[in-house]
């Protein structure tokens, strides 16, 4: 057999730099170290990665891990992937081409232009308004046309005079703020002499469990693309090695199918709690926040970026990240009626998927993202969300897999100093089989991977060997914060200041307990992985738990009560008062009810999931929810942008169901 040796020489794929150890005798002493664990564990190193791969590239639901929370042996049903589908997007004709910041135009006659991105503002405009209004300037066509900004909207009329959009992004240097954060790059590489910056990439996958990305109609190209570089640090069969190696986690838990509960313990280190409902509906974010780790990392000299892919703002709560020095611009999906067109079926077995008119919202923002790690500066630190996968089919996220591939191999390929967190946000359950206590489990269990530069690990083994170790043990999002935090003081890893959770574990120092709960990691029992979930059949549902749905209606209705607008109206200095274009929300009938138990909680509680139906859209909601009538969560799982429409902005968009749709409608 022939086995995979450790590769203890320099790659010719990657500039080795210099050592950044500690200096004098200290220096010595930790190159002594680093070969001892070296010498004494890469055997065993080397066995647990290759005894563990298959259970992190599994498909099931609870594959082995290392870890005391245990999940059940449980498959996904067999027709989950039950189409085979491509991806076009041709909902406009291409009549325009960026090149080098001008825009050849080939549209005969008179033509259109607006250079004015569709960014939402916090507060309403002068114009009542939350976006500008579009300036417009004209052309005759074909020509061409210098683009000075980050964005562009070409309108070209077809032969029946409708408007045919082409967009185009790209990304624009800023002399002052790179200027600036040079300066503070310098400030601290003159403190800390043995800095060696890091570049980091975090993109945020909505909706992608870990069985999940493995699968078919998940990313099965970048599901491969990560097995070859698992085994990065490798002599590979061509006697050569790769500039990364992946590593993959099977037992990162989930706060619930939220995505603003996980990006801000990721990004924050604090959980989303205690949040201020009325900031929301002042689109201002809910949660006092210590620090951003992007606001860290800009204090350090790092140049950040984070954008999302379509107008919902930063982690869903509609706020964009006013500090990062670069965003990504946003696109009229919704203004410009994509949003609508959505997995349109333009031929058979042929979806449009996440469009916008000619190309995908995820080529804008992946190209943006590249463009912006290319920059010469050494320390950025950049992230992205991307939401093809927030709906119902089962093959959505499949859209961006050739496009993933792509952007990973050529930032791999061109930064050996990149770090990439590839993640999801959470789960999410299987819409066509609802019941299956599978899809439950998978909203909990979120997909992992953290790629590092080979030469890092090559010089401190023992990160190697503790995120071997991790691999499948129990972790939560926490320590993703604190992980990514760490990195930005390479290689003084334990040098981190303010703030990350007590309860959070760096997956490159630290070695997870077996036994590690969901309690001792700080995450709410109510959401824990761990506990046994139970089905309830619908000969044990009772009358509480009709009235634990009725409950969470009338709080949602409170939302759109005439006193609570008006709190929110004396808060806005609004003029008049405004009816609510919200409906109550009336309760049909409940589809399901998932009950849990979670012995190793101090609270021992029953928990419960009902699913159910209102009225009013008709809407689907989830709720969590204790036996004393505690609310953990309440969500609505039918698609709520179709409200944009009619929404009322003072009340969150889930909760405000504001129109009728029929059978067919989207």
Known sequence: MNHRTWHRKTTSRTNIPGDFSFQGTTKSWQKHEESRIWN???????FQVKSAEDSLFSTDVGPASDSACAIPDLKAPDDLCWRNVTWRCNMSSTFSKLINRTIHVNCPGTFRVNFLERREHEAPLPSGQYVEYPQWKYYEGPTSVTMETSYADVVCKDENGKDQHNYHTQFLQDDDINESQRQKFLETKTKEPSWKPLSVLSISLDSVSRAHFHRPCGLPKTSAFLRKLYYGATEDQNGGSLSHHAFLFNRLNAISGSTVMNLTP???????????EEKVRNRVFAKTVNEWI????????YVTSYGVDNGGGL????????????????????????????????SPNVLSGFCEGN??????????????????HPAKWAAFDLNAHHGYSAESVNQLDDRMVALLHGALSEDPNLVVFLFGDHGKSYHRFASHLGGHYETLLPFLSIILPTWLLRDR?????????????????????????SLLHYPRLDSTEGHTADTAINLLTETVPKNRTCEEAGLPAWTCACGLMKQLEETEWSARHTEMAKFSLHYLNNMHRPETLSRIRRLNRLATAQKTSCMDLTFDRILHVF?????GSSAGMRRYQITFTALEGPSLWELVIDDAFHIQQIKQLSLYRKYEECWDRRVILQYCVCKHFGVGEP
């Open 40 to 46: 004494n564990n890469s055997d065993d190193i080397l």
């Open 266 to 276: 990721l990004y924050a280190g604090q959980l989303y709690d205690e949040v201020d």
């Open 294 to 301: 992007w606001e860290y990392a800009g204090k350090r000299g």
């Open 315 to 346: 982690m869903g709560t509609r706020t964009p990240c006013m500090d990062c020095h670069y965003r990504p611009p946003v696109l009229p999906h919704q203004e410009h009626g994509w949003i609508k067109r959505e997995n349109e079926e333009v």
């Open 359 to 376: 190309h995908m919202l995820h080529e804008y923002i992946m190209n943006y993202t590249r463009d912006f790690l290319r920059m010469p």
């Open 461 to 485: 083994p023992a990160i190697l060997k503790n995120l071997a170790a991790n691999q499948r043990k129990y972790i939560v999002h926490l320590d993703l914060h604190k992980t990514m935090k």
């Open 595 to 599: 009950e849990t138990r979670n012995p």
